[in-house]
């Protein structure tokens, strides 16, 4: 415990310290969770949509989606989606007549976690649709609301509280899985964490440091989403 106290210098925001880094890595790790979560939300979206009032065939391809990005560890999905998914798009594109693209790292890791979310959120949203009482759906169709119109004003504000504890663990799943894009050499918090642990051998410090701010993001999410869960549950009766 004594050296990792003298090893504190290394955190500092000046000279060789690695604070700056570590801000930095913290910045990108929220960066990729905030854009994944996102796209996950909108492919879960429109999964659910398409399980629920789909045709078969548009039913059965959703099915098998969500089953093999399930099915699949994360690990094996980041470096099957990362480097196979890359190459397949340049190919297309030379395909196409045009010239290979080179895809950043930021967007690549939005795009890969945002597919593995959106495999956990189809499930969670769909699963939220159907808690909603078919009356209300009903009720709005029977005043002559377009199909749109009940998705926006009824069918989504009521599955709100249905869908809001699964989607608050996808945001923390997904938080953590940016720690899997180390593997791939993307700088997030816990490439930066990893560097610096090497760099200067104080891997229990720096190692803690990384938990600990993990831990923070994961206190602050949690208020966030307590927050507008309460929100959206207003009029409701407490459940707590």
Do not use: C
Not at 68 to 79: D, G, N
Not at 174 to 201: C, H, I, P, Y
């Amino acid at each position: 415990m004594g050296e990792m106290f003298a090893n504190w210098h290394h955190l500092s925001f000046s000279g060789d310290g690695w604070g700056w880094n570590l801000l930095r890595g913290l910045s990108s790790t929220v960066q990729i969770a905030a854009g994944a979560y996102l796209l996950g939300l909108t492919i879960g979206l429109l999964g659910a949509l398409g399980k629920i009032n789909g045709s078969r065939l548009t039913q059965w391809l959703l099915e098998v989606y969500t089953t093999l990005i399930r099915a699949v560890p994360e690990l094996v999905l980041i470096l099957l989606l990362y480097y196979a998914g890359t190459g397949l798009i340049n190919e297309l594109l030379e395909l196409m007549g045009y010239q290979p693209v080179d895809i950043s790292g930021l967007v690549a890791g939005i795009a890969v976690l945002g597919i593995v979310q959106g495999a956990y959120a189809t499930e969670v949203i769909r699963g939220a649709m159907l808690a909603v009482p078919r009356g209300q759906v009903e009720a709005a169709q029977a005043f002559g609301m377009s199909g749109w119109k009940v998705l926006l004003r009824i069918i989504l504000p009521a599955m709100l509280p249905f869908a809001l504890p699964g989607l608050s663990n996808l945001w923390l799943i997904v938080t953590k899985d940016t720690a899997l894009l180390a593997v791939v050499g993307f700088s997030e918090l816990a490439m930066t964490t990893r560097q610096a642990a090497g760099a200067t051998r104080a891997y229990f410090m720096f190692f803690a440091v990384a938990a600990g701010i993990y831990l923070a993001l994961t206190l602050v999410s949690n208020q966030v989403f307590r927050l507008l869960e309460k929100r959206v549950r207003r009029g409701q009766p407490d459940v707590n």
